[in-house]
């Protein structure tokens, strides 16, 4: 059964440019059709290989609510025990932290009260892995050195390729909330809890936790946010270049 598009009349560098996380949330409800909107634009994002092997489970029960505050009670008190208390970034300020950690305070106090919670995941390719691992294939096309190399990385390549497929789903979601007048945030405390969160889903194996989206009606303004000027974060063709002229133009580099 196919879903309809969704209209909104925010363009689409608005909605970009102020999407702030969300923390509070007033108390009115979300249908099923709205939820399944957001999910439906979470699916028109691109995925790893174009498996489209994503899996979401969406919480609005007060009692898998209940449980659930139980398990991100004992993560968020250890992130902001560690994270939350360690040096300021550059360009932070401690104000700024402090709203950050008192919103994520809020949030946990009131996690019964948010509308939804939807996790979202990422089901294993067991064929496409098994392919990957195949000692034949890697020699022939990696050789030994690369093959070492490969397996090597071959779990912070795992993470990396689920990450792939489960984050440009979660920001299709968050922008989509945003163009909708919802207010969400993406969490990641169940990586702090290995298998707890999971337990209480009752998820299979197969089934890899990638984030944790609340989402409901903001009891605050949405936006904007405010960040850096690009410019800093840029190597141009290698690391540490800022110039963007190519060597040889005038006043381009010439290492």
């Keep these: 059964m196919s ?17 702030r996380a969300i923390r509070r949330f007033t108390s009115e409800p979300l249908s099923d059709e709205l939820l399944v909107s957001l999910v439906d634009a979470a699916l028109h994002g691109p995925s790893g290989g174009n ?7 969406i919480v609005r029960d007060p009692v898998q609510k209940r449980r659930l505050r139980a398990v991100w ?24 932290r402090e709203r950050g950690l008192r919103a994520a305070d809020h ?6 009260e948010v509308p939804a919670l939807i996790f979202v995941g990422v089901m294993a390719d067991d064929g496409a892995e098994r392919r990957l ?6 020699l022939r096309h990696l050789g030994v050195r690369g093959t070492l190399r490969f397996l090597g990385s071959g779990q912070k390549n795992s993470a990396l390729s689920k990450g792939a497929t489960a ?9 989509a909330a945003r163009a909708l007048g919802l207010g969400a945030v993406m969490t990641t ?4 809890v290995p298998g707890e969160f999971e337990k209480v889903l009752e998820l299979p194996k197969a089934f890899t936790l990638a984030a944790i989206v609340p989402v409901g009606w903001p009891a605050v303004k949405l936006g904007p946010t405010r960040r850096p000027d690009p410019r800093s974060f840029i190597s ?5 270049q800022t110039s963007s002229q190519y060597p040889g133009e005038p006043g381009g580099s010439q290492r």
């Design 3 to 19: 879903t309809t598009i969704p209209s909104s009349p925010e363009r689409i560098f608005d909605v970009m440019y102020q999407c």
């Design 51 to 57: 498996a489209q092997n994503w899996s979401f489970v």
């Design 73 to 96: 009670a004992r993560a968020w008190g250890f992130y902001r025990s560690t994270m939350g208390a360690s040096p300021l970034r550059s360009g932070e300020t401690a104000a700024e």
């Design 107 to 112: 949030l946990l106090d009131h996690l019964e």
């Design 133 to 138: 691992l195949s000692a034949r294939l890697l």
């Design 167 to 175: 984050y440009p789903a979660v920001q299709n979601l968050l922008l």
């Design 189 to 192: 405390q169940h990586f702090f």
């Design 236 to 240: 141009w063709d290698r690391w540490g």
